[in-house]
């Protein structure tokens, strides 16, 4: 095999003119690269893996950046990267950080979006692809979906506008048969029998959709991939390639365990084992794991508690072997988010007690529904907001610091934040019990902090603020996380002989106006959340004082979008270390 | 035919002994009442008469309430309701107004949700099998979506999820060929191959998605309907009931032209016309006329605009006429808010300039693509917001009031509040020039009201507040449609000798912190707007303003969902009235 210096690959015009022995040898080169950097510095291993050939394939033959390229989710597009002008960002090890994760139009031209949350490439795509026929264009408009990525209604939506175009548009359905986890749906049958009929089955979900179909079994062989694009190029109707692929080709603990290595942070190549001790589910519990655990034991309890998810089991601390202990009350409805919390307000409907697990960054996708089935039905259903925190998930597409904004402003929703693990336990087993409220409870997916001296209550519905030391002049309102922000401040202050009165306000989205009101002549209020400012729990607060003497003063995320921020430096900006608190007063 | 004495029918088991003749009676006096109620009374005219036999057969099979029934979006359940308890609402005048119109179980067992939304109820219905499975019932579920609904991505991921149930599921789809206009999107040919080949064609959606399947073309036809559900009830599978029924039957009208009678204020039984002027197209000019007018004029100067509609082109003043006037610059994605944003954000790609026009209560489906198709991505597309106030639709599944909260807080994205129609033109105008923010424009769709005097600006962008009237000690703040509030209010506080500053924010997500530092020693800031309090734009102003003197008063809302309020009387209860306000001070 010809060897393929892949410094030289500036641009998908370099490998236009290679025949496909060097395509097969650039394939090989990318993977092992692809292979050294995900095991040194961790990523998304196994979508990556998987479109190695298909992506050099994409570029090879469609005439990028003319011709466009939207992929969905955009978390497969490492070997897109290496072949657009990124090259080292793959090879060298100083650069690994020059790029982000996903598709950035600030990276480079050939990046449309930035896009990290999943099924909303296809609708994209069909914008573009009417735009161009509104302005005369001709060029090929090409999205790459992946077949976890289909069960989200947008993809859906996107693929039934896409049908009506009377034009060129070629949707690649990049079937490696996992979501992250699993796939779960009745569509799912219908790709396997695709796959098993090499195409050929008469019923067909795209075909039914309006599309004309092509299959291919072979989705990571070179020729057959470049054959079947070539067919397509230019083809003047919308048409779905369905393409199979191996997700984590070539890395044999991958492709053995695709769920585990679908992103994974830095790991031994050979054993999969993970290099950092902290990193690993062994670790000190976090807040994953706590719930799973404890989920399992009030679902053993209890019969009528059933835990719920949209395709991702993994963020609720659910591996394979607890979601077979949970049986057929572990519910995946796949990414549907809008599904999953309907499904919820079914089951409680039917006098189950369901508690749905969503990734703050996700949630917002059902936001109707939980407006409308749930808080205006009132159907008395627990969600968990994971990593809802300004300290998880730092890319700008999964920022986890919106959801109070977004959910604690909904009539009939009682927004819980508790402030350690004892608290969130409480909160938890009072909300299954309960059957009169929909409740949402946030926890920052972090390592789970323990305070023995919590005062949990039985009942939580009352919406009390519970005042942890009574001070005077000043008072310091900390939610969730923030509470321990708020209580280091106050310890600060004590040592400089400033009393400090320190509430935890438990919920966020009822104010306690009777605690309120006994601030109402202080000097000054300061509240701090771990969420943007605008629309959050401090604006309540500012608002319910703002006739009165007490100054406030809301802490919290300024509305922007920062990618892949400094912690403790958004921390600082935002004045929410203990030492700014106090000195603030 | 025998008669049929309506009054005498309390409960479906009134209906379940009567043979074919008294069921053929029973439904033509249904129908004859509902065509009186909906003459005299308003309502969803062409839904409701189109389900008058298949409602009938569904409680004459199935043991309604223990078997349960599901209606999609639910303004198709006048029939249900007559049947189950409720039939004084629809044959005495004087009880008209004693039932809502959508499904409420404040009102009837028999109704399990309040629903308005569309496309929800697979996914709820999905939800209830799964829960009688895990508790062992033996009831059947089955829930009844129309065609137009199931554009929604959501329907999609019910359907999906519905699948994998090992047990009962009955899906009857309603098929009348319409949504609320005609239906768009790729599903719909396979709808119409599926009729034209009573049900026999291959290529089937339902059965792709995992679907047992059958096909009743004469779904107004009592024996066939009765037939069919008896040889469905108690399957113990997933099944797809595909129905084709008569939108508007019985009423020449509603037959000929079932857009403009899918809903309608009260008209005459023989020709259409409405009775009260100022519900028809031709009285004086709403926003909706307005707009539409507005945007063929601009349609017209300049080819890079397209105007998009998720299933509501009515709403937007753009009647069949003006659709064609518009020709394929005028997109209607069906209902599927998700995919019209995305479609917005594919064209501003290629180059286009797309003005999306949504209802304020349906927007809230397309949160995740607000946030991250659009204002990460800074895709200058224009949304304009219809029936944005407290004083438009009072349904509590439609109120208009949540919207400020919901958009105003996502980063990037300029949110505007036009207080007259001339303002409105000004910075639709701009928004549809300007090609480097994402702007969503605000309008009540109530009448359009003038004022020849308003400033308005070039450029919007910077976020600046008018302050009209320039006073002391005292300032007013009037968001949109408040701003001719609080111009009221300072009108009286003049008569009385206080000289109030008026102000027109213009723009409810940035602050203009100049103008509020200028506020900051005055004794009295009052905020009003038509929308919740909670998230919205006046908290931002009291915690800008928390660490000053000045006293912040917000006016707005409060977080509920009244029900079929009267408008007076909640603009009362907030204290939004002139005279409040002017007292309040």
Redesign the interface.
């Known amino acids: 095999m010809k060897e393929i210096d892949l410094s030289e690959i500036k641009s998908p015009a370099d490998i236009r003119n290679m025949n496909l022995e060097q395509l097969t040898a650039l394939a090989a080169e990318m993977r092992s690269a692809l292979l050294k950097k995900l095991s040194a510095h961790g990523g998304h291993v196994g979508p990556n893996l998987g479109m190695v050939e298909a992506v050099i394939a994409l570029h090879y033959v469609f005439d990028t950046p003319q011709d466009k390229l939207v992929f969905d989710v955009s978390h497969q597009t490492y070997p897109h990267k290496m072949l657009t002008g990124r090259m080292a960002a793959f090879t060298n090890p100083e650069h690994y950080d020059d790029v982000t994760g996903y598709t950035n139009?600030r990276e480079s031209e050939y990046d449309?979006?930035?896009?990290?949350?999943t099924s909303?490439a296809v609708?994209?795509?069909?914008?573009?692809?009417?735009?161009?026929?509104?302005?005369g264009?001709r060029e090929n408009v090409v999205t790459v979906i992946g077949d976890g990525s289909l069960?989200?209604?947008?993809?859906?939506?996107?693929?039934?506008?896409?049908?009506?175009l009377d034009s060129n548009f070629i949707v690649i359905v990049n079937d490696n048969q996992m979501s992250i986890a699993e796939n779960?749906?009745?569509?799912y049958?219908?790709l396997a029998l695709l796959r098993n009929t090499n195409g050929e089955a008469?019923?067909?979900?795209f075909?039914?959709?309006?599309?004309d179909y092509r299959y291919l079994n072979y989705g990571n062989d070179l020729r057959s991939l470049i054959e079947m694009f070539r067919s397509v190029k230019n083809i003047n109707h919308?048409i779905v390639v369905h393409i199979n692929t191996m997700k984590g080709l070539g890395l044999p603990v991958a492709e053995a365990d695709k769920e585990t290595f679908h992103f994974s942070a830095p790991f031994d190549l050979k054993t999969g084992a993970l290099f950092n001790e902290s990193d690993s589910a062994d670790s000190p519990e976090d807040y994953s794991e706590h719930f799973a655990k404890h989920m399992l034991c009030r679902m053993k309890e209890n019969?009528?508690v059933?835990t719920i998810t949209a395709g991702t089991p993994g963020v609720m601390g659910f591996d394979k072997t607890r979601r077979e202990e949970a049986g057929?009350?572990f519910?995946d409805?796949?990414i549907?988010e809008?599904?999953g919390v309907?499904?919820?307000?079914?089951?409680?409907?039917?006098?189950?007690r369901?508690v749905v697990g969503f990734v703050s960054s996700f949630l917002?996708?059902a936001?109707?529904?939980f407006?409308?089935?749930i808080?205006?039905?009132k159907q008395p259903a627990t969600f968990v907001v994971f990593y809802g925190t300004m300290f998880g998930m730092n890319d700008?597409?999964h920022l986890g610091f919106?959801d109070i904004?977004?959910l604690?402003?909904?009539?009939?929703l009682l927004f819980l934040a508790p402030t350690c693990v004892e608290e969130f336990d409480a909160m938890l087993d009072w909300s299954i019990k309960q059957t009169t409220l929909p409740v949402v409870i946030r926890i920052p997916g972090t390592t789970a902090t323990s305070n023995p001296e919590i005062k949990v209550l039985d009942d939580y519905s009352n919406a009390e603020y519970e005042v942890v030391r009574q001070g005077e002049d000043v008072a310091l309102i900390g939610a969730g996380l923030m509470f321990n922000t708020m209580k280091s401040a106050a310890d600060l202050l004590a040592k400089r002989g400033i009393s400090a009165t320190l509430i935890n306000p438990r919920n966020l989205s009822t104010l306690d106006t009777k605690t309120l009101d006994t601030l109402k002549n202080y000097k000054t209020v300061i509240t701090a959340e771990d969420g943007?400012?605008?629309?959050?729990f401090?604006?309540?607060v500012?608002?319910y004082?703002?006739?009165a003497p007490v100054?406030?003063?809301?802490l919290g995320l300024p509305?922007?979008?920062p990618n892949r921020y400094n912690y403790a430096e958004l921390q600082k900006k935002c004045g929410l270390t203990p030492e700014q608190i106090a000195e603030m007063v």
Chains 1, 2 share one sequence.
Do not use: W
């Not at 609708?123 to 302005?135: P, S, V």
């Not at 779960?184 to 569509?187: E, M, P, R, V, Y």
């Not at 100054?551 to 809301?554: A, D, E, L, Q, R």
């Open positions: 139009p449309l979006y930035s896009l990290g949350h909303s609708a994209l795509a069909a914008g573009i692809a009417k735009g161009r026929d509104l302005k264009g069960s989200g209604g947008v993809a859906f939506e996107g693929l039934d506008y896409g049908a009506t779960h749906g009745g569509i049958e219908n008469e019923t067909n979900l075909r039914s959709m309006g599309y919308p019969p009528d059933v057929r009350r519910v409805v796949g549907a809008q599904g309907d499904v919820a307000a079914g089951l409680t409907k039917a006098g189950l369901p917002q996708r936001y109707d529904q407006s409308q089935d808080a205006l039905n700008e597409t919106f904004a977004l604690s402003n909904i009539p009939n943007i400012i605008d629309g959050g401090g604006q309540k500012a608002s004082l703002g006739e100054k406030v003063i809301n509305k922007e979008f």
